[in-house]
């Protein structure tokens, strides 16, 4: 059978293009080398920070505000929470550059931030410890999202809605031919007209010339009691320490608080490489600079899990058509600040898909920027 969209990679954009475009009214064939969600990603680890004043750069803001009008849509056909409006604290020195950019991207587009200097940080929440010269900027209307809960309810969607779904099944090639795209798999070949590449860590063995380094890279829960969740306002947050470290973090769910760094990690290769958290020297104590520094608080480790990033060398995600595949679309790169962004990616790529345009500028994304250029 001939589809008008297929999905290469089902997690958590391509669950999202698998459902919009099928409501759209296209046949779409969504593929996945697992059954997501699933471990093998990015995806996987419960909940993912949302935030709106986005020290990433400013020209996110109207993307992330479109994916949160989409996830308040997506809440309706799903009895468990998919966000949480916990709120964001963004923890830094004064002379952050990151938060430097959250107070920018606030005040461009009227987000309500507030403030707080090291003393009013400390009054409000008095279980968060900082230096004098450090600032919080407090999002109100940020918060958690539910990931896998996210991306269960898309795939369910789509199947609800006729959608074909391939899954266990990894694609070993694409090629184009006769005005369309086909996709090679174990289970045969398949064809469309358009196509949408989001295969996440490992999308470089369908396309080498992209510039996405994997990076492995592990979060874990802490012992938290009571003052550290959401019963007692206690909110999500980003700190960045001293020495250029850069956390994330949620409140805690049954007295454990998630929190994971950033950068850092270890770049891989292979998938085997990416190692269950506890092989790795350093896994389990690699949050201790903010919990000593910023949540004294917290006790021990309890769990972790391990992930990948797929990094571009800017950080910056990867919105294009592939080189010399027009009908081709490539999402990946999104250097592990992408989950946010599932949903008006997703609907992005069903724009794509039915030929229309997006109406956001995807210029800082296009694989011909500077900095990826740079390191073709």
């Given at each position: 059978m001939e589809y008008d969209f297929i999905v290469v990679g089902s997690g958590s954009v391509g669950a999202a293009a698998g459902y919009y475009a099928t409501r759209a009214g296209l046949r779409v064939l969504m593929i996945d080398a697992a059954h997501p969600p699933h471990k093998q990603g990015s995806h996987h680890g419960t909940t993912?920070?949302?935030?709106?004043?986005?020290?990433?750069?400013?020209?996110?803001?109207?993307?992330?505000?479109?994916?949160?009008?989409?996830?308040?849509?997506?809440?309706?056909?799903?009895?468990?929470?998919?966000?949480?409006?916990?709120?964001?604290?963004?923890?830094?020195?004064?002379?952050?550059?990151?938060?430097?950019?959250?107070?920018?991207?606030?005040s461009r587009w009227s987000l309500p931030l507030e403030r707080l200097d090291a003393a009013q940080l400390r009054q409000r929440w008095g279980q968060i410890s900082v230096p004098d010269n450090y600032i919080g900027l407090y999002e109100p209307d940020a918060g958690v999202l539910y990931s896998e809960k996210a991306v269960e309810t898309w795939i369910r969607l789509a199947r609800e809605a006729g959608?074909?779904?391939?899954?266990?099944?990894?694609?070993?090639?694409?090629?184009?031919?006769?005005?369309?795209?086909?996709?090679?798999?174990?289970?045969?070949?398949?064809?469309?007209?358009?196509?949408?590449?989001?295969?996440?860590?490992?999308?470089?063995?369908?396309?080498?010339?992209?510039?996405v380094t994997p990076v492995r890279k592990v979060f874990a829960w802490y012992q938290g009691d009571g003052r550290f969740a959401t019963t007692n306002h206690f909110p999500a947050f980003t700190a960045e320490l001293p020495d250029g470290s850069q956390f994330y973090g949620f409140p805690a769910e049954n007295d454990a608080l998630k929190t994971g760094k950033h950068n850092g990690g270890q770049v891989i290769s292979r998938p085997e490489q990416r190692?269950?958290?506890?092989?790795?020297?350093?896994?389990?104590?690699?949050?201790?600079?903010?919990?000593?520094?910023?949540?004294?608080?917290?006790?021990?480790?309890?769990?972790?899990?391990?992930?990948?990033?797929?990094?571009?060398?800017?950080?910056?995600?990867?919105?294009?058509?592939?080189?010399?595949?027009?009908?081709?679309?490539?999402?990946t790169g999104l250097s592990g600040h992408g989950f946010k962004f599932a949903s008006v990616l997703g609907e992005i790529a069903c724009q794509f898909a039915c030929g229309q345009p997006s109406g956001f500028d995807l210029a800082p994304f296009r694989l011909d920027r500077p900095a990826l250029r740079a390191a073709c």
């Open positions: 993912r920070l949302m935030r709106h004043a986005y020290g990433e750069g400013e020209y996110y803001v109207p993307l992330v505000l479109r994916a949160q009008q989409l996830w308040r849509e997506l809440q309706a056909h799903c009895s468990e929470p998919v966000f949480d409006k916990t709120g964001v604290l963004n923890l830094g020195p004064a002379d952050s550059s990151f938060l430097a950019t959250v107070a920018h991207s606030a959608c074909a779904q391939l899954f266990n099944c990894p694609v070993s090639a694409i090629n184009t031919g006769d005005g369309g795209v086909a996709v090679t798999t174990p289970e045969g070949e398949y064809r469309a007209r358009k196509l949408l590449l989001s295969a996440g860590t490992w999308v470089k063995t369908l396309y080498p010339r992209l510039p190692v269950p958290f506890g092989q790795h020297p350093g896994d389990g104590a690699e949050a201790f600079p903010l919990l000593r520094q910023i949540l004294p608080g917290i006790g021990g480790c309890l769990f972790g899990e391990a992930c990948t990033y797929d990094n571009t060398p800017d950080g910056n995600f990867i919105v294009d058509t592939l080189p010399g595949i027009p009908e081709a679309m490539v999402i």
